[in-house]
């Protein structure tokens, strides 16, 4: 199973980005995925999750600015963030539990896209 994430880049303060994450491989369906992000000094934290029911749930410090979404016939995962802050400059991970065949799961990095946010 691969992450293959896409969609940082480089944008003022007040902008907006959008990334996405593509699961391919070996696989039965998705459990719950998200983002993650770490910033330089710092340790990984959560941003945002959506599980396979829908459910999400989201970083303090993101609430209200960034939005978590996912397409199960496409296997991916966006996360639209807007009012973007110089705060929010971090490698960003995407994450999956993924269940290939019923009965075992396993858990995926991808490989992180860099999101830099100038003040």
């Known amino acids: 199973v691969q992450l293959q994430a896409c969609g940082g880049g480089l944008v003022q303060a007040g902008g907006s980005l959008r990334l996405s994450c593509a699961a391919s491989?070996?696989?039965?369906?998705?459990?719950?995925i998200g983002w993650y992000r770490q910033a330089p000094g710092k340790q990984r934290e959560l941003v945002a999750g959506?599980?396979?029911?829908?459910?999400?749930n989201y970083a303090d410090s993101v609430k209200g600015r960034f939005t978590i979404s996912r397409d199960n016939a496409k296997n991916t995962v966006y996360l639209q963030m807007n009012s973007l802050k110089p705060e929010d400059t971090a490698v960003y991970y995407c994450?999956?539990?993924?269940?290939?065949?019923?009965?075992?799961?396993?858990?995926?990095w991808g490989r992180g896209t860099q999101v830099t946010v100038s003040s």
């Open positions: 994450n999956a539990e993924v269940r290939i065949v019923p009965g075992l799961s396993h858990n995926y």
């Open positions: 491989g070996r696989i039965s369906s998705i459990n719950t």
């Open positions: 959506i599980s396979s029911g829908d459910s999400k």
